[in-house]
């Protein structure tokens, strides 16, 4: 049996965001553009809960940092799979910032990151806001 292919991960990872956002948080995620609105409440829910400050991380335990990044994977999985569906690309590992994205001709984008930015910075790097702006931008500029 061959290993899967990056795509086939980040896909699997998407379906795990939509059973994670039903089971957590009665949210519905069909793959349409609309449901990134969606994707959004559950990094807002998820950013609320995390403890802030010396003692509320001492009073309530923090995600650790693969579980994080496990969240990041799926709901970054979703926003990417969402967006092949509409424009293309594919998944791969961009060498020069290490980092998993979507690449499509010489661009790329890199919706993981964003939900680890959304998920530490709060609102200001809200998902919704991003991927309308991936969605109605034609690639003109690159890293995104």
């Excluded at 039903?22 to 995390?50: M, P």
């Excluded at 009073?59 to 092949?84: A, F, N, W």
């Excluded at 290490?98 to 939900?115: C, D, N, T, Y």
Aim: hydrophobic share 40%.
């Amino acid at each position: 049996m061959a290993a899967p292919t990056i795509n086939e991960m980040m896909a699997a990872y998407a379906e795990d965001a939509v059973d994670f956002a039903r089971e957590k948080f009665a949210v519905s995620l069909d793959y349409s553009t609309a449901s990134v609105q969606q994707v959004e409440f559950v990094a807002e829910q998820l950013e609320k809960a995390r403890p802030k400050g010396v003692i509320a991380k001492l009073l309530r335990k923090s995600p650790s940092d693969e579980e994080i990044q496990t969240v990041c994977k799926m709901l970054g999985g979703y926003l990417g799979e969402v967006y092949r569906r509409s424009k293309g690309g594919d998944w791969a590992i961009n060498q020069e910032y290490q980092a998993l994205g979507i690449v499509r001709g010489e661009s790329w984008v890199f919706p993981p990151a964003k939900v680890n930015k959304r998920l530490t910075n709060g609102a200001e790097d809200n998902l919704w806001s991003y991927f309308k702006v991936l969605v109605d931008e034609s690639w003109a500029h690159n890293d995104v």
